[in-house]
């Protein structure tokens, strides 16, 4: 089955950019959807097919998708993006939606 | 307003059954492709199930496929999900969230139900 590997944890101060990463076997061929779950809430798209964001989702969230990584850039970091990140694709060679593990925003 | 609301879940014990449901409202539900996640405590997000919009197509993850059963009744505007031989590593949050197909992202998520399993 098709594995997302993200780093556990990240940090960046206010202001500054976050990066996120999702690796995966040539994910640049999928579709890449982006999830941020703040702390006990339900999860909320943030980003779909590796660039569009959701109405309602700031322009500082972007998404890029290329060979072997999908990124998730969160620009001019507020207090507010501290969360836990998910990427997630649909593996159609087993007809699977597979999550990443999740990255844990903190903002310093 | 675009709502999904979870139902059904609780404390049930090891080897029982339970079954949650997930009812939508604000949108047209028979048009939509639906599915189920879970996230234990402390841990990650985990797909279960997916399931088409006319009940076509059904598709579960392998560690789970033989303990689930997903439903939908459109005319109720309910999503169902069953599952069977309840562990303790069952005990999780459940989410059910909408999206326009099974390669699409999941759009709209509901609150989600608790499921623990102890006896």
């Known amino acids: 089955s098709f594995v997302l590997t993200q780093p556990p944890s990240m940090s960046v101060a206010p202001g500054q950019t976050a990066t996120i990463t999702c690796g995966g076997n040539?994910?640049?061929?999928?579709?890449v959807h982006w999830y941020q779950q703040r702390p006990d809430q339900a999860p909320r798209l943030v980003v779909f097919?590796?660039?569009d964001r959701p109405s309602g989702i700031p322009e500082r969230f972007s998404g890029s998708n290329s060979d072997n990584t999908a990124t998730l850039t969160i620009s001019r970091v507020e207090a507010v993006d501290e969360a836990d990140y998910y990427c997630?694709?649909?593996?159609?060679?087993?007809?699977?939606?597979?999550f990443g593990g999740g990255t844990k925003l903190t903002v310093l | 307003e675009v709502l999904l609301v979870e139902s059904g879940g609780g404390l049930v014990k090891p080897g029982g059954s339970v079954r949650l449901s997930c009812a939508a409202s604000?949108?047209?539900?028979?048009?939509?492709?639906m599915n189920w996640v879970r996230q234990a405590p402390g841990k990650g997000l985990e797909w279960v199930s997916s399931?088409?919009?006319?009940?076509?197509?059904?598709y579960h993850a392998d560690s789970l496929k033989a303990r689930i059963t997903i439903s939908r009744d459109n005319a109720k505007n309910s999503l169902y999900l069953k599952v069977s031989d309840l562990r303790a590593e069952d005990t999780a949050v459940y989410y059910c969230?909408?999206?326009?197909?099974?390669?699409?992202?999941?759009?709209?998520w509901g609150q989600g139900t608790v499921v623990t399993v102890s006896s």
């Open positions: 040539n994910i640049g061929s999928k579709s």
């Open positions: 969230a909408r999206s326009w197909a099974a390669t699409d992202a999941f759009d709209v």
């Open positions: 997630q694709v649909w593996d159609s060679s087993d007809d699977h939606s597979v």
């Open positions: 097919d590796d660039v």
């Open positions: 399931l088409s919009s006319n009940t076509g197509f059904i």
């Open positions: 604000g949108f047209t539900f028979s048009s939509y492709h």
